[in-house]
């Protein structure tokens, strides 16, 4: 799908990968971007529109999607990590990535369904991680949350392919945000992981991969029967 000309939302505008996909979308000729953000004031990105949205809200999901009923591409890029781990972490923690990372991830695609089918079926990018398809020693709830999202991400695929809705999973290794500030790990600047997965929507790609270490992703997709992955 062409970005330029597309109406987006954009969900977590405000900071980290979040704020480079309403930059970059407008920088790549993006008619109009909403920033979805849970709290409006102080929020300030030239040229874009924004919208209040807390995607465990479903009421203000609704809201949003109402607002923004021209769009024709969303970014569901809104997350959390606990690092919480799963037998000794809280429980609590557990269930807010999850509260998060699924199910506001699924009120976001429930609601956006129907606005981009009645927009002639645009595009949808999810992000997601290189947790989402394996474990590596930390944050092993915020995987299986990731994991959830991306079992969403391709069945999302399969449901809207009959109203031409083209869905992207971008799964990321470390980036240099917020969420990573004090974890020690390999980071990659978040504006090239955020070119990554707009190229990948340019591209029609089912999924990318934007990681400094992975090398073993394109295997693994592969290894599903009767899937190509470009
Ligand atoms: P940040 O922590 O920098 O930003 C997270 C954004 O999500 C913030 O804008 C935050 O808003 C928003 N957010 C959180 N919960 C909600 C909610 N309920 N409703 C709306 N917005 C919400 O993280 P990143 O930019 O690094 O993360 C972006 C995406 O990338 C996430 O999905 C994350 O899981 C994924 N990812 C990140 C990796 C990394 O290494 N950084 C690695 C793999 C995947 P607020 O400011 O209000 O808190």
């Known amino acids: 799908m062409d970005i330029k000309g597309s109406i987006a939302i954009v969900t977590g ?12 979308l407008l920088e790549r000729g993006a008619a109009k971007v909403y920033a979805g953000v849970r709290r409006v004031e102080g929020v ?3 040229g874009v529109e924004v919208v209040p949205l807390d995607i465990t809200d479903r009421a203000s999901v609704a ?3 109402a607002v923004a009923s021209d769009a024709t591409l969303v970014v569901n890029n ?11 972490g809280s429980e609590d923690a557990i269930r807010s990535e999850m509260e998060t990372n699924y199910f506001g991830t699924l009120n976001m695609v429930r609601a956006f369904a129907p606005v981009l089918g009645s927009n002639g079926g645009g595009a ?3 992000i997601l991680s290189v947790l989402s398809w394996r474990s590596a020693g930390l ?3 915020y995987s299986a949350a990731k994991a959830a999202s991306w079992s969403l991400t391709n069945g999302a695929r399969l449901e809207l392919a009959a109203q031409g809705t083209q869905v992207t999973g971008l ?3 470390g980036v240099d945000t917020d969420m990573l500030k004090d974890i020690p790990a390999v980071k990659a600047d978040p504006a090239d992981v955020v070119r990554a997965g707009l190229d990948g929507i340019e591209s029609g790609a089912l999924e990318v991969l934007a990681d400094q270490v ?3 992703f394109k295997a693994i997709l592969n290894a599903d029967p009767g899937v190509t992955y470009p």
């Open 44 to 46: 300030d990105i030239p």
């Open 139 to 141: 944050g092993h709830a």
């Open 124 to 126: 949808m990018l999810n």
């Open 171 to 173: 799964h990321v290794g």
């Open 214 to 216: 992975s090398k073993d």
């Open 63 to 65: 809201a949003a999607a």
């Open 13 to 24: 505008a405000n900071r980290g990968m979040g704020r480079h996909f309403a930059r970059q």
């Open 78 to 88: 809104a997350g959390i990590a606990t690092f919480a781990n799963l037998v000794s």
